[in-house]
């Protein structure tokens, strides 16, 4: 049981290009989303989805792109990288959206936008 | 001012201490209240919820909430070096489609 996966760990992008980080979950949760992490900003929500097919937006989701086509997997796409996009990225998911349901991260992929 | 505040630390405790961990909040609706362990370089993971007021217990970690005071503790006893993380802690209010609003998370360092 894998849990969640995300790849890559690491990633060096030069400004304005674009690229995507792969997130993909076992448990069959409903639930997933994406936060970025940044230093004296805390853990804030990119984007989310219920299910496959519906995504909807966090608190930061712009120049970032999100589809669900499968229960499985939560591709994170950025259009343009610009430097203030440098930072750790977390995927997470549970089982729904309720809050007593527990919310699993994956091991992050770390950023830099030059 | 931020909804959540948590001291950044870093706290430093030798092996055996007891640790305090808190988080002051800023809104009286929250209702869910989340402790969350992070390694360095790993993604959180849950440690404990509270809904409410009042304390729960697991092992070794004791989460206590007094919604009175917007102030939420998480208690390590007999803490050891596998301890050693950042702390954050996370709260909601009731209610569907509710964020979670998170605190900048506390250092922890357990010396052996």
């Known amino acids: 049981n894998a849990g969640v996966t995300q790849t890559p760990k690491f990633q060096v992008l030069k400004t304005g290009q674009s690229m995507t980080l792969q997130c993909a979950q076992d448990m069959n949760h409903e639930y997933m989303s994406w936060y970025r992490q940044d230093p004296g900003m805390g853990l804030r929500l990119i984007h989310y989805s219920v299910g496959a097919g519906i995504t909807d937006q966090g608190e930061v989701p712009n120049g970032y792109n999100v589809s669900r086509s499968t229960t499985e997997d939560f591709p994170l796409r950025l259009l343009s990288a610009a430097p203030s996009q440098t930072s750790v990225y977390f995927c997470?998911?549970?089982?729904?959206?309720?809050?007593?349901?527990?919310?699993?991260f994956g091991p992050g992929t770390r950023l830099t936008v030059l | 001012q931020k909804e959540v505040e948590q001291d950044p630390g870093p706290l430093s405790v030798p092996e055996g201490a007891i640790v305090s961990l808190n988080c002051t909040y800023s809104n009286s609706a929250f209702q869910y209240f989340m402790w969350y362990r992070q390694y360095s370089r790993k993604g959180p993971e849950l440690l404990m919820y509270t809904y409410s007021s009042g304390n729960k217990e697991d092992g070794r970690f004791t989460a206590q909430v007094d919604k009175s005071s917007k102030y939420i503790s998480l208690f390590i006893r007999d803490s050891q070096p596998s301890d050693s993380a950042t702390y954050l802690c996370a709260m909601r209010r009731a209610g569907n489609n509710r964020k979670l609003i998170w605190g900048l998370g506390t250092s922890l360092a357990v010396n052996p």
């Open positions: 997470a998911s549970s089982r729904t959206r309720e809050v007593t349901d527990t919310q699993y």
